[in-house]
């Protein structure tokens, strides 16, 4: 019964779909970034893409902290 709680309470959750939401979490972040770095910014775009890495860096947060 000890060693079926022990092993029920390390299981992970990581499955090899999280790389690519980090790749796309970054990708996101570098379009922010050229966006923030342009003369001329497209405010629609940075708006999508600041509120795009804002979800994608919570669902990291909570993807991780359940590996």
């Known amino acids: ?3 079926a ?3 029920a309470a390390t299981t992970s959750t990581y499955t090899s779909f999280d790389i690519y939401v980090l790749i ?6 570098i379009a922010v970034i050229r966006q923030l770095m ?5 405010l629609f775009a940075l708006g999508f893409a600041v509120v795009s890495l804002l979800v994608f860096g919570l669902m990291d947060y909570v993807m991780i902290s359940g590996w």
């Open 38 to 42: 342009s003369p001329k910014k497209n």
């Open 24 to 29: 796309f979490t970054v990708i996101i972040a």
């Open 5 to 7: 709680e022990e092993a």
């Open 1 to 3: 019964m000890l060693f």
